[in-house]
């Protein structure tokens, strides 16, 4: 039975492609979601690819994943830095989380260098572009076999 994977997206990042190239890039996220896809079809894996605005909505669905997903991509977006909320739900789950992020936030505005989530994460990729999915989606097919 293929593994699945659980890809969340937080706030704002439904206006990829249309806001702040200069930092996000011109893909959209549409651009990304075929490119994990790809990725997990190419492992052997399933994906589930989401995206909110909305705090609770993301927790709910990371909740859900307890008995639906056996791994967790995540971008939390602004919520990275804010959400306790989404780092507890996240420490109820017994499976493999991967943060990702478009841009370094480690080279922007200080606000953005810590992550709630980061704290509860097997491991973060940065600054590497839509290509971080990939990346991160790669090391969930070897973490699950």
Not at 11 to 31: C, F, M, Q, V
Not at 110 to 129: D, M, N, Q, T
Request: charged content about 20%; glycine content about 6%.
């Amino acid at each position: 039975m293929a593994k699945r994977v659980l890809i969340l997206n937080g706030p704002n990042l439904n206006l990829l492609g249309t806001r702040e190239k200069s930092i996000y890039g011109g893909d959209t996220l549409a651009d990304i979601e075929a490119m994990c896809r790809e990725t997990c079809e190419k492992h052997g894996m399933t994906c589930d690819f989401r995206q909110s605005n909305h705090e609770g909505e993301l927790v709910d669905w990371i909740q859900s994943a307890r008995k639906t997903a056996d791994a967790i991509v995540i971008n939390p977006a602004a919520y990275s830095h804010t959400s306790v909320a989404i780092h507890d739900a996240l420490r109820t789950l017994d499976k493999p989380i991967l943060e990702v992020h478009l841009s370094n936030i480690h080279q922007r505005e200080p606000f953005r260098h810590h992550s709630y989530v980061s704290a509860v994460a097997k491991g973060v990729i940065c600054g590497l572009g839509p290509r971080g999915y990939t990346l991160a989606l790669e090391a969930i097919a070897e973490i699950l076999n």
